[in-house]
């Protein structure tokens, strides 16, 4: 299982994600570890990785990704982790030497930093937020 969150600057703009470990950009979060909540593990990740005392809040996907790479499956939670008040953006900074960079950016922006199916789980993301829906998809 993997847990990522939907955080905006009071701009709008998203937070991304460069990990040291992967070639292409993210949604922050990561994998949850052994007994260990969706949401707890989103909550840690921000935390440990991004120095952010954030608490996400309503899960906006729950996506099952089918065998893939050395995974046998896969559970992605993502949920919203609301906006940061004013001039606090400019404030986050990796704190971990496991992300490279992290950047908040416009939608148009992220569709050139993201890979396809990391870009669709943002624009899964933020239609349900737009909705205020929940929603589950299954990716063979």
């Keep these: 299982m993997s847990a990522d969150v939907l955080l905006r600057d009071e701009d709008g703009r998203?937070?991304?994600?460069?990990?040291?470990?992967?070639?292409?950009?993210?949604?922050?979060g990561g994998v949850v570890g052994p007994a260990e909540s969706p949401r707890s593990a989103a909550r840690r990740r921000l935390?440990?990785?991004?120095?952010?005392?954030?608490?996400?809040?309503?899960?906006?996907?729950?996506?099952?990704?089918?065998?893939?790479?050395s995974w046998a499956g896969q559970l992605m939670f993502v949920f919203d982790?609301?906006?940061?008040?004013?001039?606090?953006?400019?404030?986050?900074?990796?704190?971990?030497?496991?992300?490279?960079?992290?950047?908040?950016v416009t939608l148009d922006e992220a569709r050139n930093l993201l890979r396809s199916d990391v870009m669709s789980l943002l624009e899964k993301s933020l239609i349900a937020l737009l909705t205020g829906g929940c929603d589950y998809f299954e990716l063979a």
């Design 14 to 28: 998203l937070l991304l994600v460069k990990p040291a470990l992967k070639a292409f950009w993210d949604l922050p």
């Design 47 to 69: 935390s440990d990785k991004l120095g952010l005392a954030v608490t996400p809040g309503r899960l906006l996907v729950l996506e099952w990704v089918g065998p893939h790479e």
């Design 81 to 104: 982790a609301g906006s940061l008040e004013a001039g606090r953006a400019d404030t986050v900074r990796p704190v971990s030497e496991g992300i490279e960079d992290l950047a908040f």
